[in-house]
């Protein structure tokens, strides 16, 4: 097992807190903004760090002949449905909620593998998918008993994350001949052009100024999210142990509940600490077992 240095431990922990910590500052992103125009502007605003980033790695950004309809089939899943999706879902759930929900990704990873390419799945790996659904209808069936519960909302985080799962299989066995940080830019400049025109059609009449922690919100998630974390992550993923890199997300939700009742007053109830547990044992289950599963 490569062994982890110091600067591998100072890097998994600034990226542990920078996806942490952005589940309730994407909620003030969008608590008074419209969540596609949110998420489209972090998205643009990104780019030009990855291409920094590209340019000083001496990456090449050259798409291969035949090389772009693979990084759209990539960037679909990936990128463009986990975003839209998911930017809706914050909108409409707690933070704390919409990062619980959201870390099944590794589960559908799991789930698409065996459906899609017959991958052979342990006891403990269908154990872990069997917590991460009934953690999920655990969350389902609360929206559903409050006055004003929107279950749309936990809906939209799970197709997030099935989408962002699907891709993750995808991306395991895609044999595209491109830099890592390149194959990142092209989908998310593909996924920023989609997510331009569906926040064109559906937001347009919504658009307003951003106020000062909108901005700052769509500020932290260029720079930070789109540019040092998919940066990094990407290139501490080919180094570091799959151990460490899977305990680093599964701390994420943990951070999102915690740091959503930090800083936006948000208070957990039993169901959401009762799925996050469960997600927990199923991320456990899969991850710790399977070194293939990406992050985001």
């Known amino acids: 097992m490569t062994q982890l240095s110091r600067t591998h431990w100072i890097l998994l922990a600034l990226l542990t807190l920078s996806w942490g910590f952005n589940w309730p500052i994407m909620k003030i992103g969008v608590t008074d903004f419209p969540p596609l125009t949110f998420r489209a502007l972090g998205m ?19 798409i291969p002949p035949g090389g772009a309809m693979t990084l759209l089939r990539l960037a679909i899943p990936n990128m463009l449905i986990w975003h839209v999706f998911m930017i809706l879902g914050v909108k409409m759930l707690s933070s704390g909620r919409a990062a619980i929900l ?29 917590c991460a659904f009934g953690g999920a ?33 995808l991306m395991r066995r895609s044999t595209l001949q491109m830099p890592t940080s390149a194959i990142t830019f092209w989908m998310l400049a593909m996924a920023t052009a989609g997510m331009l025109l569906a926040a ?3 937001e347009r009449d919504a658009w307003h100024q951003p106020d ?18 998919h940066v990094v992550w990407f290139m501490l993923a080919r180094s570091l142990p799959p151990v460490a890199s899977s305990l680093s997300v599964m701390m994420i939700p943990v951070l999102g509940v915690f740091s959503g009742a930090w800083l936006l007053g948000e208070t957990p109830h039993w169901q959401d600490y009762a799925a996050m547990l469960m997600i927990l044992a199923a991320m456990s289950s899969v991850l710790l077992k399977r070194p293939g599963a990406a992050h985001k």
């Open 44 to 62: 643009l605003g990104g780019l030009p760090v990855i291409w920094l980033a590209a340019w000083l790695q001496k990456d090449s950004l050259a």
């Open 102 to 130: 959201g870390y099944t990704m590794p589960v559908w990873a799991a789930l698409f593998g065996v459906l899609l390419f017959r991958e052979k799945l342990g006891r403990a790996a269908w154990f872990g998918i069997g």
């Open 200 to 202: 064109f059609i559906l």
């Open 212 to 229: 000062a922690a909108t901005w700052g919100a769509i500020l932290y998630n260029a720079i930070i999210i789109f540019g040092f974390a």
């Open 137 to 169: 209808l655990l969350l389902l069936s609360s929206e559903f008993g409050k006055l004003a519960g929107n279950p749309a909302g936990s809906v939209f985080a799970l197709i997030a994350a099935a989408g962002w799962g699907f891709g993750t299989v």
